[in-house]
């Protein structure tokens, strides 16, 4: 999935698989990594799928289908989901008004189908949708000096101040779109879009010119967006109704969208949900496995989505569904078999230059 992975090995990259896609695990030393980031600025090359959206029509198909609202001013963008026929998140997207076309980005696996379903249901609108994932690669920049590392070496624009915008410059010779994003690590948190063609000399820019950036890989940004507070799409996400992760930054509740087949209102996601998610701080070293049960003494009342070692803080942290009128905070968690003590925390778990827009809002 890398567009530049021999470059990736030259600096002694290990590859992964995420979703079936191979992408840069970490380069050694992963949590110290991680430290650099949260102290300075890192680089990562980020594995999305790349929808296209053209047409004069393109700004009221899509709107129509996804939970959040389209912005139609050139240079903005959202964050939104599509919703299987029970209410549950199937797709996420990044959607950004590119003047003449929309830009959606998503998870790799899911931009050929979803392009596929959207195109067999367009009628008589004036849309075209295509899957270019291969035409661009995409860089992130996180820590609490990325916008002093974008600014020493983007020209022809100064950095995009608020989330899901985004400016057009050059970096070096080549051209370049840089968005400000939703701050997942809990850091400052930029993406850099460019063709694919000028991937290696965007990335040499990135990590050599201006602030030097730490390279880092999936498994540190992973820890960043655990101690953010962070849900993600494969352990979170997938299959869960919005409101149960408190994700109102994805919904627009005047507008209405597609459920299945059906047009219909975003207001029955304003209820109180049955479950909800929460941090967790374990006592000791055993790190649960995603699914590991929660207790509140004797009754269960969730279950752990994911966790890991915090490197800022050396303890154990996780994120778990439970139930939503839990009271208590001193819990259990099953790991190996064995009871651990696990203490109900605030999220984020450690305050960062930014605060995710993915922290859990029941308000």
């Not at 959202?78 to 076309?101: H, K, S």
């Not at 189908?113 to 367009?122: F, G, I, T």
């Not at 057009?168 to 370049?176: A, L, S």
Request: hydrophobic share 40%; net charge negative; aromatic share 6%.
């Amino acid at each position: 999935m890398s567009v530049i992975e021999s470059i990736h090995a030259d600096h002694g990259a290990t590859f992964g698989e995420r979703a079936d896609r191979r992408i840069v695990e970490h380069y050694g030393r992963p949590e110290r990594t991680h430290r650099a980031v949260r102290n300075g600025v890192g680089l990562l090359e980020l594995a999305y799928g790349v929808l296209v959206v053209e047409g004069d029509d393109r700004l009221e198909y899509v709107d129509n289908v996804v939970s959040n609202r389209v912005p139609a001013e050139d240079g903005q963008g959202c964050y939104a989901l599509v919703l299987d026929p029970q209410g549950g998140i199937e797709v996420e997207l990044y959607i950004y008004n590119a003047g003449e076309r929309l830009l959606l980005f998503t998870q790799p696996e899911t931009a050929e189908p979803l392009a596929e379903d959207w195109s067999e249901k367009v009628f008589i609108q004036d849309v075209e949708i295509r899957v270019a994932s291969d035409e661009y690669a995409v860089f992130g920049i996180h820590g609490p000096h990325a916008t002093e590392k974008v600014a020493s070496v983007l020209n022809g624009a100064g950095s995009p101040e608020r989330h899901y915008s985004f400016v057009r410059g050059t970096m070096g010779d080549e051209g370049v779109s840089v968005i400000r994003t939703d701050a997942l690590t809990g850091e400052e948190s930029y993406e850099v879009i460019c063709a694919a063609d000028d991937a290696a000399a965007v990335h040499d820019t990135l990590l050599n010119q201006g602030l030097n950036a730490a390279p880092f890989g999936y498994r540190t940004f992973e820890s960043l967006a655990l101690e953010a507070g962070s849900p993600l799409f494969h352990t979170e996400l997938e299959g869960t109704l919005p409101n149960v992760l408190g994700l109102r930054n994805a919904l627009d509740f005047e507008k209405g969208c597609y459920v299945g087949q059906e047009v219909v209102s975003r207001v029955e996601n304003r209820g109180q949900p049955s479950r909800r998610l929460v941090g967790l701080t374990l006592e000791g070293a055993a790190v649960p496995e995603s699914g590991a049960a929660v207790f509140d003494g004797d009754a269960s009342v969730g279950e752990v989505t994911r966790a890991g070692e915090s490197p800022m803080l050396e303890q154990v942290l996780a994120l778990a569904v439970v139930d939503y009128g839990l009271e208590s905070d001193t819990l259990t968690v099953r790991v190996d078999g064995t009871e651990v003590a696990a203490s109900r925390t605030e999220l984020p778990f450690v305050e960062g230059s930014d605060q995710s827009d993915r922290l859990p809002d029941y308000e």
